[in-house]
């Protein structure tokens, strides 16, 4: 498979202050480079206020970066006009996390659905027959096309949300913690809709979570990120080499008691994006800290084919239990 997204590099820090304050910088995004292959579903994961979204939006380029690259297709997006900007993001779409905000409450769907054929210029054949077939394709019934979003259920207005994401047929979609305002059952609904779309469409995902449990089900490979900064790259049925990843996978919530694992607990408080420490972030919160962590920033280093992680004093691989694959309901 070729690569249809790679990353190099790329930072963004924020900075406030004025006239009266001293200005201040904020670290979102540190030095992050990945490659997602065409087809496959790379996993993001961490925290709140790891960066993991501001991520997404510097993929897409809603953002600009303070540092770094980002090809699209081999395709410097940098290099771009806003017209050809303008027509490169029909082949990069984004899903919503909160499906109750993602869409006008003066819109209906059929409104809703046809808005990414208006803002790129682009007039479909039939709208009555695109809409209904978008419809379709997320498992709604074309009788919904009148509706408003006060008209339905969360899980319908992230279908409704997907399906606009669709409609101008794009090669990567960014899903924004899709499944995070949802009920569990709805979740699953939704995880098994999107798994369907990949293999139908031959899509490529971009996932971003804070649930781990879900981003080694769904995903291919994961990013593990922690404030700003990627400490873990890793197969999804891979054991953590990394005491944050751990303590990760460790907090997700097990439901067979047999397989349930003892919970790392983390102390101490996470560092400020204003004020980092020289050394490792984590250092701070890890079970394994030493001086060395403290005072020197580690790098990613191989602990397997395919399997990274940025930790001076890794953990010792350790047998895993298998990870469900993925399938379709």
Known sequence: MSDL????????RFSDGGLFRKRKVFHAVSDVSFTLKQGEILGVVGESGC??????????RLINPSEGQVQFDGVDMASLSRGDMRRLRQRMQLVFQDPYSAIDPRYSVRDALLEPYRVQGVKPKST????????????????????YPHQLSGGQKQRVGIARALALNPSLVVLDEPTASLDVS???QIVALLERLRQELGLTYLFISHDLGLVRYFCDQILVMYLGRIVEVMPSG???AHPYTRALLDSTFEPDPKRRRSITR?????????????????????????DLCRQVLPTLTSQASGHQAACHHPLTAVPELAVEQRSVA
């Open 128 to 147: 009555d027959e695109t809409v209904a077939s978008l419809l379709d394709m997320v498992g709604l019934n074309s009788s919904l096309a009148q509706s």
């Open 266 to 290: 983390l102390a101490g408080e996470i560092p400020s994006g204003y004020d980092l420490p020289p050394g490792c972030a984590f250092a701070n919160r890890c079970p394994r800290v030493t």
């Open 5 to 12: 997204l790679t990353v190099n590099g790329l930072s963004r």
């Open 186 to 188: 709805v979740q699953a």
């Open 238 to 240: 891979a054991a953590p």
């Open 51 to 60: 960066g993991k979204s501001t991520l997404a939006r510097l993929v897409l």
